[in-house]
């Protein structure tokens, strides 16, 4: 009794959440994710901010199914790196973008302006 499925290591169901809500959606906020998994184990005693105690695991699910190719983390429409991101961002399915260079790493020296 074994099938292919069985040799693949489980992902966490919120992982596998998020990935079905990003195909389903296109792309989500972490809050979205966030909602929508409380919302499915949501018990009669839980209040209706309840949601928040899953936003620490979605952000961790977040960026470990962005490093591996999953999906993509954006901010204003561009890839963000999984490893360093900040403000506001989406999740969507994994597109093969690269993540944008940060202002920090570009080759900017400030000699470029013209004086009149």
Not at 56 to 73: F, N, S, Y
Not at 74 to 95: C, M, N, S, Y
């Amino acid at each position: 009794m074994s099938s292919a499925d069985d040799t693949r290591p489980k992902r966490d169901p919120l992982a596998d959440h998020i990935l079905a809500l990003c195909g389903e959606k296109g792309s989500i906020r972490p809050e979205d994710a966030a909602r929508s998994y409380f919302e499915m184990y949501r018990r009669p005693k839980d209040r209706d901010e309840d949601w928040r105690r899953y936003m620490v695991p979605v952000k961790q699910q977040m960026v470990a199914l962005a490093r591996q190719g999953l999906v993509d983390i954006t901010r204003k429409g561009e890839v963000q790196d999984p490893d360093d991101f900040k403000g506001l961002v989406r999740i969507r399915l994994a597109t093969g973008e690269r993540p944008a260079p940060k202002a920090s790493d570009r080759d900017d020296d400030g000699e470029d302006d013209a004086e009149d």
